[in-house]
């Protein structure tokens, strides 16, 4: 019994190491996502001054 809910524990801890690497995997992609889009959101307030003159 008591092995059996040791096993449980650790299935459950290791569920929650990966869901964090695959959380972590994921703020990555969304910082280089959101850094991408501020690039262009200067380059086309760029653009679009530069159409104004």
Do not use: F, G, P
Not at 21 to 30: D, G
């Amino acid at each position: 019994m008591t092995s059996k809910c040791r096993q449980k524990k650790k299935e459950w801890i290791d569920e929650l190491i990966c869901k964090a690497n695959r959380m972590s995997s994921e703020n990555q992609r969304l910082c280089l996502l959101n850094i991408q889009l501020k690039e262009e959101v200067l380059y086309l307030k760029t653009q679009l001054l530069m159409y104004k003159e």
